[in-house]
């Protein structure tokens, strides 16, 4: 023998029994939301950084992710006009992918321009922009040969010096 519930307290057993299937549905969309997002490697840290000002040209583009990439990740570097650089070789080491210049670059604004593939197959890509500006002496490095020149006549004054007062005594 069946035991039935009728009137109202069926209703809102059929009710609840609807909001819990709807509570475990959202939690399972909401765990393979997450583990899919997880999938994919984010970039956390380049050098040059993204909208920077660099004076001279750096050597190498560095690129640091979230996850392990694969050789087939690579690095693009266009000109401002969108002309891509030559000379341009990706390397791929763990989380971390470089882009080694060949020749320095010129005085301009450049777009990096990243493809990463993760150890698990998901791709993903970016792009931003940083400036070269021709760089200039410090200050120290023009003072330098100043200071040189300065000791060497100090130093020859004081051996002049030295020597004057030792022939003095001698006489």
């Known amino acids: 023998m069946t035991n039935l519930i009728r ?18 549905a959202a939690i399972i969309v909401a765990l393979f939301c997450v583990a899919n997002a997880a999938a994919h490697a984010d970039i956390i840290q380049a050098d040059p950084a993204p909208g920077s000002t660099v004076a001279g040209s750096p050597a190498v583009i560095r690129l640091s992710f979230s996850q392990p990439l694969e050789n087939t990740s690579r690095i693009d570097l266009f000109t401002g006009q969108f002309r891509a650089a030559a000379g341009v070789t990706t390397v791929v080491a763990g989380s971390e992918m470089r882009g080694v210049l060949a020749q320095p670059l010129s005085p301009a604004t ?18 931003y922009q940083f400036a070269v500006v021709q760089a200039n002496a410090s200050i120290t490095s023009r003072l330098v040969p100043l200071l040189a020149a300065v000791a060497a006549i100090l130093s020859g004054g004081v051996a002049v010096f030295v020597w004057i007062l030792n022939r003095r005594q001698r006489l």
């Open 7 to 24: 009137g109202p307290a069926a209703a809102g057993a059929r009710y609840a029994g609807r909001w819990l299937m709807a509570w475990v």
């Open 110 to 127: 450049y777009t990096v321009q990243w493809f990463a593939v993760s150890d698990d197959g998901h791709t993903t890509q970016g792009s």
